[in-house]
C-alpha cells in the first residue's frame, strides 16, 4: 500500500509538472507572436517615419539650395534665333550627378530625369515640340515640376508635409502627401542598402508632358 501511494504521488506530480510546462511553453509561443507582431507594427511605422523624413528633407532641399546646373536648359543654334532648338544635355548630365550626390534619388529616379531631357532635346530639334524664347515651352504647364504645382501655402512648407495612402511592398513604397488639405501628390520611393530613396515624383512623369504638341496642333494655330 505505501508503494502504491509514494507511485500515485510521483504520478501526480509529474503530470502537474507537465501540465505547467506546456502551460509555460504555450505562454512563451504567445509572447513570441506577440513580440513578431509588434516588430512587424514597429517596423511599418518605422517605414513611414522614414519615408516622410525623406519627402521633407528633399523639399527642404530644393527650397533651400539652388542647383547649380539646370536639367533643362535650353539652347540655340543661332544666339539671334527667336526659337530654342534643343536642351543642353551636358548640362543634364552634370545635374544628375547634382542629384545623385544628395544622397536622395534612387537610380530611376535620375534615368527618368535624363531621358527627359533627351526627349526635349531631340523634339526641339525635329520641331515636333517649340519653346519660344521668353515664352514657355509646348511641353506643359507653368508649374514647379518638383512639387507639380505653382503655389505652396508656406515658405517653409517641407515642415507640414504629410504622407497618406502609404503602400509598401517589400524594399518598393508608394504614397501621397499634402500640406493637411486635398492637394496630393503621388511618390514612389524604393529601399537601397536599408535607406529610402525617390524613385518617382509626380511632376517628372514621361506621360504628363505633351509630348509633340506642336506637330499634333501646329494646323490649328494657323
Known sequence: MLRSAIFLSLLCLLLLNGCKSNKQSSHTDTVKTTADNSLTVSTANQDSIQLTLLVRKLYKWHVTDTMKHDGFKPTKSNPKDTLYTGIDLAENEKAVEE?????IFADSFLNDYRKIAVRMDKELKDGS???????LSTFGDDVDDWCDCQD???????????????KINNNEASFKWNWGDDLNFKVRAVKDNGNWKISYLQGFDMNSYSWEWWKNNKGKAN
Open 99 to 103: 542629384l545623385k550626390e544628395t544622397g
Open 129 to 135: 515640340s517649340l519653346w519660344p524664347d521668353g515664352e
Open 152 to 166: 505652396t501655402p508656406v515658405n517653409d512648407y517641407w515642415k507640414i508635409i504629410k504622407l497618406k495612402d502609404i
